[in-house]
């Protein structure tokens, strides 16, 4: 069974930076794409990068472009996100999401794209 973990979140001052990593397990394929979403408690959920493990192809939301940078790690099925500039705007819950369909017509940056989700890990930046 896929298991999606996260790490690296924690609390920063308004500036600072933070490196998330997402390590997955029991997947016996390469996932196509991979992504991180995060939530406000009261908002729906958002994603923010996303990434075509075939080539490496990124994408950013408009909020994180240019602070934020989605990369992928050495292992198969690893993904993290290098946080740079980070705002109190940028507090919340960050998820790491994966599918192996590389082909689908949903939206990238939407929910509803991705099969695999990891359990979270917490990002607060104080002002």
């Known amino acids: 069974q896929d298991q999606l973990v996260e790490s690296g979140g924690g609390s920063v001052p308004a500036g600072g930076s933070l490196r998330l990593s997402c390590a997955a397990s029991?997947?016996?394929?390469?996932?196509?794409?991979m992504a991180w979403f995060r939530e406000v408690p009261g908002k729906e959920r958002e994603g923010i990068a996303h990434?075509?493990?075939?080539?490496?192809?990124?994408y950013y939301s408009d909020s994180v472009r240019g602070r934020f940078t989605i990369s992928q790690d050495n292992g198969k099925n690893t993904v993290s996100l290098q946080m740079n500039s980070l705002k109190p705007e940028d507090t919340a819950m960050y998820y790491c999401?994966?599918?192996?369909?590389?082909?689908?017509?949903?939206?990238?940056?939407?929910?509803?794209?991705?099969?695999?989700w990891g359990q979270g890990t917490q990002v607060t930046v104080s002002s």
């Open positions: 999401a994966a599918d192996q369909d590389g082909s689908s017509m949903i939206n990238i940056l939407s929910v509803a794209r991705y099969k695999y």
């Open positions: 029991g997947a016996t394929y390469q996932y196509a794409v």
């Open positions: 990434i075509y493990t075939d080539g490496g192809t990124a």
